[in-house]
C-alpha cells in the first residue's frame, strides 16, 4: 500500500512542470504585448511633437509680366528650288567650271560642251541667210524696173505680179534663214552650261570627256537653293483658328527653329504660308516657314524643331512654374502666410513659358509661394524660409495654351525631348503631384 503511493505521486509531477512552464510562456507574451503596446504609443507622441517641427522651403513671390503663346511643332528642313542641271544638246564634256559644293550664283558658268559642231552649223545657216538676203535684194531691184516699164506701157503686167510675188517669197526664205540661225546661236550659247539658280551645287554626276545627251536623267549637277530656305511642319487642327486669326488681322508671326535637341537655336524666320487643306489621316494642317539662312545653318532635309509665336499676353500674373502642384483640389500652390505657414489655394493656370505659369484667377501678385519643398507640406503646416540662389529662366520658350493639342512625331520625324518642347501641364510634371494631406 505504501508503495503505490509513492508511485502514484511520482507519475504525477510532469504534470505539475507543464503547468508551470505554461504559466511563465504566458507571463512573457503579456509582457511582451505591454513592450509593444507602450513602444507603439511612444512613436506615435514623438511624431505628434515632431509635427510642428517647421518644413524648410524655398518661396518666391508673384509677379506680373509677358507670357508668349507658342506652338511648338517638328519640321522638315526644305530649299525653296532644287534643280537638276542637265545638258539642251548633245557633246562631248570639254571643262568642268566647278567644284563640288561650292556656292555659286545664277548665270555662273558650271560646264563646257565642245561647241566647234554648233560653230560649224552656224556658218552654214549664215551663209544660206546671205544667199537668200541676195536673192531678195536682186528681185526687188527687178521689181522696181518693172514697176516703171508698167508704167510706160513697155511690159506685161502679168510679168510684174509674177516679180512682186518672187519678192515675197525672197523676203518669208530670209524670215526662215533668220530662224535658223537663232536656233544655230541658241545651241552654241547651250555650250556652255550656266547656272540657272543662286545656291549649292553638289556632287558632279559627269567627268570631262563624257558625252552628255539631251534626254541624260542624271544631269551634270544637282543645285539647291539655300538662300533664303523653308521649314515645313504640322499642328494640330485646334491651332489653326488662333493662327488665322492673327494672319487675317495683318500680323507677321515669329517662327523660331532650334536643333533636334531642341537646346540650341538656330535661326529665326517667319511663317509664309499655310496649307490649304487638313490631313484627315492626323488632323495637322502643314505650314511653312522662311528663313534668310545667311549663315547656311539650316540644310535641306534637317530636322528642327520650330516654336511659331502666335501671340504674347501682356502684363499678366506670373508665377513660377516649379510653384504649381496638382491634387484633389486641382492645380492649387502654397502660398506662404505671415505666421510661417502654408495655405493651399487652388488656382487657374494659363499659358506656360518655361519657368514661368500664367495665372487667370485664384491669386494676386506679391504673394509668397513655395517653390521647393513642396512635396512634404499640407494645409497650415509650419515652415522655415531658407534661402537659394535664384534660377536664371530658360531662353528657349516652352509654351503652349492649355487644352489644345501638341505635335506628336510622325512616323517619318525624329522624337524630340520633352524638355524643351511646347507641352500642355499635366499631373505628372510637377513634384507634390498628390493631393495635400
Request: aromatic content about 4%; proline content about 7%; glycine content about 6%.
Amino acid at each position: 500500500m505504501r508503495d503505490v503511493r509513492i508511485t502514484s505521486l511520482t507519475a504525477g509531477a510532469p504534470s505539475w512542470r507543464r503547468a508551470a512552464w505554461i504559466a511563465l510562456i504566458l507571463l512573457l507574451a503579456a509582457a511582451g504585448v505591454w513592450w509593444l503596446y507602450h513602444r507603439a504609443t511612444s512613436q506615435t507622441t514623438s511624431g505628434r511633437a515632431g509635427f510642428n517641427v517647421p518644413f524648410p522651403v524655398v518661396a518666391a513671390p508673384v509677379t506680373t509680366g509677358n507670357i508668349d503663346i507658342t506652338y511648338a511643332a517638328l519640321g522638315t528642313v526644305t530649299p525653296l528650288a532644287t534643280v537638276t542641271v542637265r545638258s539642251q544638246i548633245s557633246g562631248q564634256i570639254t571643262q568642268i567650271a566647278f567644284q563640288e559644293g561650292q556656292m555659286v550664283k545664277q548665270g555662273d558658268l558650271l560646264a563646257i560642251i565642245d561647241p566647234r559642231p554648233y560653230q560649224a552649223a552656224l556658218e552654214q545657216v549664215e551663209g544660206t541667210q546671205a544667199k537668200n538676203l541676195a536673192l531678195l535684194k536682186q528681185a526687188q531691184a527687178d521689181l522696181a524696173r518693172y514697176q516703171v516699164l508698167k508704167k510706160q506701157d513697155s511690159i506685161a503686167a502679168q510679168t510684174v505680179d509674177d516679180q512682186a510675188h518672187l519678192v515675197n517669197q525672197y523676203i518669208a526664205q530670209t524670215k526662215v534663214d533668220q530662224g535658223a540661225v537663232d536656233a544655230a546661236k541658241l545651241n552654241l550659247a547651250y555650250c556652255h552650261v550656266a547656272a540657272p539658280i543662286n545656291g549649292r551645287v553638289g556632287l558632279r554626276q559627269v567627268d570631262i570627256g563624257n558625252y552628255v545627251t539631251a534626254n541624260d536623267a542624271n544631269g551634270i549637277v544637282v543645285m539647291t537653293q539655300l538662300q533664303p530656305i523653308n521649314v515645313t511642319f504640322s499642328l494640330p487642327e485646334d491651332d489653326l483658328p488662333k493662327i488665322m486669326q492673327r494672319l487675317a488681322a495683318g500680323a507677321s508671326l515669329q517662327a523660331v527653329a532650334y536643333n533636334r535637341s531642341n537646346t540650341t537655336k538656330l535661326a529665326t524666320g517667319t511663317l509664309a504660308a499655310v496649307d490649304s487643306q487638313i490631313d484627315t489621316t492626323t488632323g495637322t494642317v502643314k505650314m511653312r516657314a522662311q528663313f534668310d539662312n545667311k549663315d547656311g545653318v539650316l540644310f535641306p532635309n534637317q530636322f528642327v524643331n520650330i516654336q511659331l509665336l502666335v501671340d504674347t499676353l501682356q502684363d499678366t500674373t506670373v508665377v513660377p512654374t516649379a510653384a504649381v502642384q496638382r491634387g484633389a483640389p486641382g492645380t492649387f500652390v502654397y502660398v506662404v502666410n505671415p505666421d510661417n505657414t502654408v495655405k493651399v489655394t487652388p488656382i487657374k493656370i494659363g499659358p506656360i513659358q518655361g519657368e514661368s505659369t500664367s495665372v487667370t484667377s485664384g491669386i494676386a501678385p506679391g504673394t509668397q509661394v513655395v517653390v521647393d519643398g513642396a512635396d512634404k507640406l499640407k494645409d497650415n503646416a509650419k515652415i522655415a524660409l531658407r534661402q537659394e540662389s535664384p534660377k536664371v529662366p530658360s531662353q528657349n520658350p516652352n509654351v503652349t495654351a492649355p487644352g489644345n493639342g501638341t505635335t506628336t512625331p510622325s512616323a517619318n520625324s525624329p522624337a524630340a525631348p520633352p524638355a524643351p518642347s511646347a507641352t500642355t501641364p499635366s499631373a505628372s510634371s510637377r513634384r507634390g503631384s498628390g493631393p495635400p494631406r
